[in-house]
């Protein structure tokens, strides 16, 4: 018999898929935590980055306006590698390559999709960027972690300009986080790209 009420099966699940949704977040979180305090103590340079950093400069002006991410991007120097591997297997990471990136599972059955990420600092992470990943240097302490500056997270976001990094700058724009005069700091490629964004924020 057709069902006249699509959203009866879940309305059955009760509050489970509310929990699996804030239980993701939660997690995210606590993986985050758990590598900085790994990285800290074993004084390990690093910057965390992408959506996380997105988040982190966003609740900085605007906490109603922070979106949720379910990686966790840290920029690390090759000659850290070791020594970050060494940190974090202490609180149950375990290193993996995942389609040439380093990839730190949460654990021997951790999947890729919920591990940390980890991208080279002072390394273009693809050829054709226009501009190399900051150093962990290029960083501000912000409540006990060390998150990349936001001229650099910007130029990042610039660099990759999918979608979703789309979106971030969108957010960033819309808070006047960034604003006009913000272009001309980048080569004139990721500042066209720029730009673009803020000649339509709603596009």
Known sequence: MFNKDPGSN?????????DRMFSAVEKVRERLDRACKALEEGQVP????GGNAVAV????VDDGAVRNTRNVDILLRDVDLDRATMALAKVGFVRDSVMNVTVFLDGPEGKPSQGLHILRAGAKVRPEYVTAAPQVEQSVAIEGKRIVELEALV??????FR???KTHLRDMIQIEMIDAGWPSRFP???GARLQSLLD???G
């Open 10 to 18: 879940v309305r059955e699940t009760g509050s489970f898929v509310f």
């Open 46 to 49: 690093y910057a965390i980055i």
């Open 57 to 60: 400069w966003v609740a900085t």
């Open 155 to 160: 130029a990042m976001k610039l660099n990759s």
């Open 163 to 165: 979608d979703k990094d």
């Open 188 to 190: 004139p490629v990721l």
């Open 200 to 202: 339509d924020p709603e």
